[in-house]
C-alpha cells in the first residue's frame, strides 16, 4: 500500500459510495446512493465510484450499478467476501 498524508486532501478525488449486497443482490439503498452520489459528483465536476465487494458471480451485479449512473466500479471478489464480515471489508475497502 502507497504511503499517503491523510492531510493532503488534493489526494482524495471522485465520489465514491459503498454499495451493499446479500447474496449477491444489490440492497435497495445502493440505488438511492448512487443516484444522490451522482447528484454530488457532478456539482464537484469529479466521477462516481461504486465499490462492490462480494463472493462469486458478484460483477453480475456491478454491471446494474453502471446503468444506474457510476462512472466507474470497482468490484472485490473473493469467496471470503460473500458473507459481511467487518474486518475483512474494512481491510479491503481501506486497500482500495
Do not use: H
Not at 444489490?26 to 447528484?39: A, N
Not at 465499490?51 to 446494474?64: P, Q, V
Not at 450499478?65 to 475497502?93: F, H, M, Q, R, W
Amino acid at each position: 500500500m502507497s504511503n499517503f498524508n491523510s492531510a493532503d486532501i488534493a489526494a482524495f478525488k471522485d465520489v465514491w459510495v459503498f454499495c451493499e449486497q446479500r447474496e449477491g443482490k444489490l440492497m435497495p439503498t445502493d440505488f438511492e446512493l448512487i443516484s444522490k452520489g451522482r447528484d454530488l459528483a457532478d456539482e464537484l465536476g469529479v466521477n462516481l465510484c461504486g465499490l462492490l465487494l462480494g463472493g462469486e458471480g458478484i460483477e453480475n451485479a456491478a454491471k446494474e450499478l453502471g446503468g444506474y449512473g457510476a462512472d466507474k466500479v470497482i468490484v472485490c471478489e473473493s469467496p471470503l467476501l460473500s458473507v459481511y464480515n467487518t474486518d475483512a471489508y474494512a481491510k479491503v475497502i481501506c486497500d482500495v
